[in-house]
């Protein structure tokens, strides 16, 4: 599965530590940012290793204890929607390509690939030398069949689907070779196929029967070419995967990997302290308490980096509201705002305000668009000359008689959303701008964000491996369908001819560094434009034992889990095991 940025990868975001602390998905833990108690900041620390091991050999051997919030949904790559279940299954099957520690495109399944010169062809030579954890041979009719069921409407992959949008079609060369035709030239397609491959033999169903793949008993029981082989789930409390012998890129060092279902944070804190478990998060208050703990600093490797992921405002801009469909007023709201008073009285520091919707590290983000400052005098001037003015001096503005007051939603289930949302109600209002916060469960808010049935939200945000922002931005993603919901992800309804032109353009620029300047003007403009207010990016923070050595972590946002090989480089000392 991709890590893309698409509507049902906002729940992950509360389910991975959000819902008490920062986001964390990187690690399957709740983070926040603590600074090092000794030696190199955790933002500058890229490698952990005990004094003296950098130079031995790896050894095998040992068992990795991980925490998920929340329970697996499923074990079938395709059908899955949930990130909780793809921290799992991503070691049990492998992809075409997937993305290294600074976010290179790497073969895994594909030995390598070519585009054409028209780019409207990618070919894929397949490896030779991998069997599925059933010992039969992994080939192209896999990849084909994994597609197929992919675009199968009776398949519940509509998570997966929309990358493959500009697929015309794929197809089998010979046993090794896989030909994808593309209907235009796409510069974001090779990310497609970040994507997990299932076998046919053991998933395969008939014609219009996707229900029987949707509810297939080895989805409980999957069979990958992955690293790990499947070996126990009991729902509620674990996964248990065992090192695969015969994985064509080498066998894992470790033996076992254990995912263990522990929803509160304290509680994942307490088992990481009794070793119970190997990695966890650590929040800023916990940090509070452990700073001192010299026995427990004495123990682990702490990283901090910032993930690929940042909180921000919609605006509505449909004009269901009298308030946002106006350019001024929404870059009087983000000067309102003070973002950078929230970094450092609820993050404690440990984040920075966002400029634009694009990895604040990242070769698509714009180093000449600068945050907004907080500027409560700029935001009244702006309101001043949109019309918003204190008429009948209560303290609230109002245009035509209407004031300037409106609702913000926010998720119920992340408490810290609405702390948010306090410190902003108070700077709005110091502008004669009144913010009334209504929090409803998620299932709720997703309803009511993807239909446009509001006036502002509050969320977060995760980015995909190609940062496209098509579904986000582009003027037919406002539309809506028959039934009332969103045709993508534009949910605030913002049009603007000229990004359209950008988003456009960058699609087809198969040029790397062209390709980047297109995204730097598309920076620039949504900045000015203010669709949504961008917040902040929170730093992660990941503790892991020290036991493990050669444990690295993505500065390109990944983390410690979601690029590759990550994992399977890790390794326990005989002597430590």
Known sequence: MSKRSIRVFLLPLFACGVLAVF????????TAAPAAAKGESPLDKTVGYLPGYESREPENGG???????????????????????????????DPLIDYDIDMKPVGVLAESWEVSEDNLVTTFHLRKNVTWHDGEPFDADDVVFSYDTVMDPTVDAINKRPSFAK???VER?????????????????????NFHIMPEHVYGYG?????????????????????????????GERVVLLANDDYFNGRPHLDK?????????ETRLASFKTGELDVTGISADQWNRLKGDRSFLDRVHIFEYYGRAYYFVGWNQDGSNPFFADKKVRQAMTYAMNRKGVVDRILLGHGTPATGPFYIKGWESNPAVKPYPYDPAKASALLEDAGWSDSDGDGIRDKDGEPFSFECLTVAEAPMFAR?????????????????????????????????????????????????????????????????????????????????????????????????????????????????TYLFAASETA??????QNVRVSRAGYGLFTWYPSLLEWWVPKDRQ
């Open 63 to 93: 068992t990795l204890a991980r925490a998920l919030p929340s329970d697996v949904v499923t074990l079938n790559a395709i059908v899955a929607p949930d990130f909780t279940s793809y921290l799992v299954y991503k070691w049990i099957f």
């Open 167 to 169: 697929v015309e079609k």
């Open 420 to 532: 948010f949302l306090e410190i902003f109600q108070q700077d709005l209002m110091r502008v004669g701008v009144k913010l009334e916060i209504r929090t409803i469960e998620w299932k709720v808010f997703q309803e009511r964000t993807h239909r446009h049935a509001f006036q502002a939200y509050l969320t977060g945000w995760r980015i995909a491996d190609d940062p496209d922002p098509y579904p986000m931005f582009h003027s037919s993603q406002a539309e809506l369908l028959e039934d009332g919901m969103g045709v993508g992800q534009n949910d605030v309804s913002y049009r603007n001819e000229r990004l359209d032109a950008l988003i456009e353009e960058q699609l087809r620029t198969m040029d790397f560094e062209a390709r980047q300047k297109v995204f730097w003007k598309i920076h620039e403009l949504v900045a000015e434009d203010q669709p949504h």
């Open 23 to 30: 986001l964390a998905c990187g690690s399957g833990e709740e």
């Open 543 to 548: 503790a892991v034992r020290n036991d493990f």
């Open 207 to 235: 014609k219009g029967d996707g229900e029987s793949f949707n509810r297939h008993p080895k989805n409980a029981e999957p069979v990958g070419t992955g690293p790990f082989r499947f070996s126990e789930w009991k729902r």
């Open 257 to 265: 990997v254990i995912f263990k279902v522990i929803p509160q944070p």
């Open 173 to 193: 060369v010979d046993a090794h070779t896989v030909k994808v035709n593309w209907k235009q030239p796409y510069a974001p397609g090779i990310a497609a196929w």
